[in-house]
C-alpha cells in the first residue's frame, strides 16, 4: 500500500455502490472506458485501488476479488411463473493485502490517499466445477471447468450475461452476530475476457471430423421423373479464428468447408451444372436456468443436433461461385473407393456409373461484437453452425434447384 497525500491523486471513475464519506475508484493498466482492453488465458490483469476518505473512517477489512459471474432470465412456460431465472458466480480469486498496511488502528485518515496495486492472473480452468448438477458425463464435467468468454443479451422476454468483474469490498467494523455485516464500499470495475483453447465434444471427437450429409433425388420439374441421385457431404477444414485481442489482424476471419459431390444418373443423364455456394454462419447460445446434465453435441453424419429454445443470430456471409467445379466419372464405383466416401461406398455398389467433384468453400466471416469463442458452461452455452446453400441447375437446363446443408463449426482464439 502506498500513503500519499490526496491532492497528488489520479483516479478514474468507479462503477458500485460508495459511501458519501469514501470515495474508490479502480484503475486496470491498458484499458480506456471508450477501448476496453480484452484479456486472455494467461494473461495479467494489473492495476490499482485508489481510497479516499472525506473524515476519519474505521472499517474492518478490504478485500479485492476478481469475480466471474453469469445470469439468465428467460420466459417460465405456459404453467411456470411469468419470468424465471439463475445467478451463479462461478469464480472468485482473492488478492491478498498485507493487513499490517492498515493495522492495527484500521482507521482511514482525511486528508490522504491510500493506493493498493493488485495483479490477476487469467486461468485456464476454474478451480472447481461452480455448477451443483450431477452428471456422470465427463465431457460435462471438463467443459463447465472452462473459462466461458463475456457475454451480453437482452431481448423483451429473455436475456444472458457472463461477466467478470474486479470488485472492491470495504466492510464496516463487525459488532457481533446479532449485527449483520455491511459495506462503507462494493465498487465493480468490469473486465472483458476471451478465453483460448477449443471446446471440442463430449465424444472426444473434434468438430473438423464431423460430417454432413444430404440425399436427395434429382428431377428435371417438379413431380416429374427421377433423373439421378445427388449426395453431398460436407465437413469444415479447421475453426474460425476471428482476431479478438490481436490488433494488428485483418477485420475479417477466414477458413474452408469441404464439400464433395456425388451423382449417380439415371440412363445417360448428365450431371447437374453447379452454380454458387451461399454460406450463413448461425450463432446458436443455448441458456437455461438449471445446470445442464447432458452435453449439447453435434451428431456425426447427421447434422447439428441443437436444444429448442436457443437464440440464434444469423450472420450472411459472401456467396461463393461453385461454377468451375469439374465432375469426374468413375467407371466402376466399387473398385475406386476415395477417401470422403469410404463410409458410404455400399451404398453405390448396384451402381453401374458415378460421377465425384470436390469444392473448397473459402468463407469470410467479419468482425463482430457477438462473435466469441465457442464454449459449454452451466447455465449458458454458445455454438455454431455454417449453413450453406448450393445452387445447381439441372443438365437440360429446365429447372434451378438447391440443396441445404447446416455444418457445425467452431470459433476459438
Given amino acids: 500500500m502506498a500513503k500519499l497525500p490526496a491532492l497528488l491523486r489520479s483516479c478514474v471513475p468507479h ?35 485508489t481510497i479516499t476518505v472525506a473524515e476519519k473512517t474505521a472499517f474492518d477489512d478490504i478485500k479485492i476479488t476478481f469475480e466471474g459471474i453469469s445470469r439468465v432470465m428467460t420466459w417460465g412456460g405456459m404453467n411456470g411463473p411469468p419470468l424465471v431465472g439463475a445467478r451463479q458466480t462461478f469464480m472468485k480469486l482473492h488478492y491478498p493485502i498485507e493487513k499490517s ?24 480452468n476454474l478451480p472447481v466445477t461452480p455448477c451443483e ?20 443479451k437482452e431481448t423483451d422476454t429473455e436475456c444472458f450475461s457472463i461477466k467478470y468483474i474486479v470488485r472492491v469490498v470495504i466492510p464496516r467494523p463487525f459488532y457481533g452476530k446479532d449485527h449483520p ?11 472483458m475476457i476471451l478465453p483460448s483453447g477449443t471446446m471440442g465434444s463430449s465424444s472426444g471427437d473434434a468438430i473438423t471430423t464431423l460430417t454432413y450429409r444430404k440425399d436427395l433425388r ?19 477444414t479447421g475453426p474460425i479464428r476471428p482476431p479478438f485481442c490481436r490488433t494488428d489482424a485483418t477485420e475479417h476471419a477466414n477458413t474452408s468447408i469441404k464439400v464433395d459431390l456425388r451423382y449417380s444418373p439415371v440412363g445417360t443423364e448428365p450431371p447437374p451444372r453447379l ?12 441458456f437455461h436456468t438449471t445446470p445442464r446434465e447432458q452435453h449439447l453435441c453435434f451428431r456425426k453424419n447427421k447434422g447439428s443436433d441443437l436444444p429448442s429454445a436457443n437464440h440464434v443470430q444469423s450472420l450472411t456471409l459472401p456467396k461463393f461461385d461453385a461454377a468451375s467445379a469439374q465432375w469426374v466419372r468413375i467407371q466402376s464405383p466399387t473398385s475406386s473407393v476415395s477417401s470422403p466416401w469410404k463410409d458410404y461406398q455400399s451404398n453405390f455398389n448396384n451402381e453401374e456409373a458415378t460421377y465425384t ?8 466471416v467479419p468482425k463482430h461484437d ?44
Fill in 15 to 49: 462503477t458500485g455502490s460508495s459511501s458519501s464519506k469514501v470515495s474508490v475508484s479502480v484503475h486496470i493498466a491498458g484499458t480506456e472506458d471508450k477501448h476496453p482492453k480484452v484479456f486472455t488465458t494467461s494473461d495479467k490483469i494489473q492495476g490499482v485501488v
Fill in 101 to 124: 498496511t492498515y493495522q492495527p488502528a484500521s482507521i482511514l485518515e482525511p486528508g490522504w490517499c491510500y493506493k493498493f496495486p493488485f495483479t490477476f492472473v487469467v486461468p485456464e
Fill in 133 to 152: 448438477g450431477k452428471t456422470d458425463d465427463a465431457g460435462i464435467k471438463n467443459a463447465h471447468t472452462r473459462l466461458p468468454p463475456s457475454m451480453s
Fill in 181 to 191: 455485516i455491511k459495506s462503507l464500499v462494493n465498487t465493480v470495475r468490469p473486465v
Fill in 218 to 236: 434429382t428431377r428435371h420439374r417438379w413431380g416429374g421423373k427421377c433423373t439421378g441421385r445427388l449426395v453431398v457431404l460436407a465437413s469444415p
Fill in 275 to 286: 452454380r454458387k455456394v451461399y454460406p450463413k454462419l448461425n450463432l446458436v447460445t443455448s
Fill in 357 to 364: 467433384a470436390s469444392i473448397v468453400v473459402l468463407i469470410s
Fill in 370 to 413: 457477438d462473435l466469441v469463442p465457442s464454449f459449454h458452461s452451466c447455465f449458458i452455452s454458445r455454438m455454431y453452425t455454417m449453413e450453406l446453400i448450393l445452387s445447381y441447375r439441372t443438365a437440360n437446363g429446365a429447372r434451378r434447384s438447391a440443396v441445404r446443408m447446416e455444418v457445425p463449426i467452431e470459433v476459438t482464439l
